[in-house]
């Protein structure tokens, strides 16, 4: 069966310093990979999507990027971190058109 | 951009009676999915319709879609404690499977 797992859990980091988060994809290949925020008690908010490695789109403007340097990993980064990056980061595989996204279970970043 | 717009925003029922929210959005969709999160975690997928399917059932979850009005929306029948939880309806449009989540109704079930 497929996993998806995201690390770390929570995360709290000084404004001006960078970040890296992680997310694999276990038991299915050449997956879509997303990356979502989330504001506290808000919807998702897309930030990038991938449909392949090295393929890496954009839906929002911002002080992050994200890298997708093997089939199955997705990886967050962000040289400067802002207050306003503060949010629930959400990773999520799916299979294509008219399939399901499968979550993994966050990560709580907190810029202080 | 947010496509879904759910409502209500927020619903407290008791135990046993049933729960509906709605889902409302503004443009030609391929689906449309409901997910619930449990707080603090990540979405779990419930039910994807087609939009050439008016209607689908999973257990006590019914989830109907009406793409003249551009609105679905989701009944839990026979609620309980478990199902306090945020639920969120998402459109994809066709453009590679991303999905536009909408803000989410809170769904507290009281023992």
């Known amino acids: 069966s497929q996993t998806i797992h995201q690390w770390p859990a929570t995360l709290v980091q000084p404004v001006g310093s960078p970040l890296s988060l992680e997310c694999t994809v276990e038991?299915?290949?050449?997956?879509?990979l997303y990356w979502y925020r989330q504001a506290a008690g808000r919807g998702l908010q897309l930030l990038f999507y991938s449909v392949g490695i090295g393929q890496i789109s954009s839906e929002v403007p911002q002080n992050l990027s994200a890298s997708r340097p093997q089939d199955r990993q997705f990886i967050l980064s962000s040289k400067k971190l802002l207050l306003s990056d503060s949010g629930f980061y959400l990773c999520?595989?799916?299979?294509?058109?008219?399939?399901?996204?499968?979550f993994g279970n966050g990560t709580r970043l907190t810029v202080t | 951009s947010q496509q879904g717009e759910e409502d209500p925003q927020a619903l407290s029922i008791q135990e046993g009676e049933n729960a509906t929210m709605n889902c409302s959005y503004k443009t030609s969709i391929n689906n449309l999915q409901w997910y619930r999160q449990n707080s603090g975690r990540g979405l779990v997928h419930l039910i994807l319709i087609r939009s050439n399917e008016r209607e689908k059932h999973s257990g006590r979850l019914r989830v109907t879609l009406d793409t003249s009005k551009k609105s679905s929306s989701l009944l839990i029948t026979a609620s309980r404690a478990a199902d306090t939880a945020s639920y969120f309806c998402?459109?994809?449009?066709?453009?590679?499977?991303?999905?536009?989540f909408g803000g989410g109704t809170r769904l507290m079930v009281k023992p």
């Open positions: 998402a459109t994809d449009e066709g453009a590679g499977n991303m999905l536009t």
């Open positions: 038991g299915t290949s050449n997956p879509n």
């Open positions: 999520a595989w799916s299979h294509g058109s008219n399939s399901p996204l499968h």
